[in-house]
């Protein structure tokens, strides 16, 4: 379903040294996967997943999605083909001086839907994530847990075969995250979306992920999936993950 083969990105910073932000990572993301990017502050994680829908292109490499090439592709064929992958971040990215349902209502509008049409979509995706009772809201008016819900519905409405996360609990208190992992979850098994996941928090990749990658410095340096039981893992990440054992080192603290 995706295939990212040999990605490179490297960033020029003015009067510095070139980045390498991500350097020849390969990965098979397979139709259905909840499939998690983890890595420390800075190990390139996002600007890999952000490279599946091109949001960052890179210098090198290929990017199949839903089998098609994306570097090949021109501008309308690439808006086209965005348009079935949905994408959430962390800060939930709404329109401020939108209520909910415009919120939802805006991919659509940019993707030509008419309004009769639209109704009905905005409706149902709010329904998904429970937040009929909302449509008037502001986003101000509403809690963080909200927020990203509404951020989910809104990626769902143009039907994406794939959702693309970026860090989408790091914004939302600890008790809300379980709220927002369920609702992920659900949308992968009843609506077979296939979902990316970055995150630097392991209770994410256990909760919902069935494949993780492991990411230092720009490099995937693991690839498992998480029910291997013959798996041997070998970063401290995969290792934490494997052990279900707390280690209060200062680096590590963060990730437990
Ligand atoms: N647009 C940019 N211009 C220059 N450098 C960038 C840009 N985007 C990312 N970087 C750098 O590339 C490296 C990888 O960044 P990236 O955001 O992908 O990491 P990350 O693993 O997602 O980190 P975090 O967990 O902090 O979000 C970092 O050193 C970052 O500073
Ligand atoms: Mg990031």
Redesign the pocket.
Known sequence: MITLQNVNKV?Q?PDGEP?N?VSSASLQIDEGDIYGII?F???????LMRTINLLERPDSGKIIVNGQDMLALNEKELRKARMSIGMIFQHFNLLNNRTVFENVSFPLEIAGVPKSERKQRIEECLRIVGLEDKTKAYPAKLSGGQKQRVAIARALANKPKVLLCD?PTSSVDPSTTGSILAFLKEINERLGITIVI?T?EMNVIKSICNKVAV?EQGVVVEKFEMNDSKFVPKSNIAQFLFKNEIVLDKREVAYV
């Open positions: 960033f910073i980045l932000a890595g502050s800075g190990a390139g994680k996002s600007t860090e970055v630097h990411m």
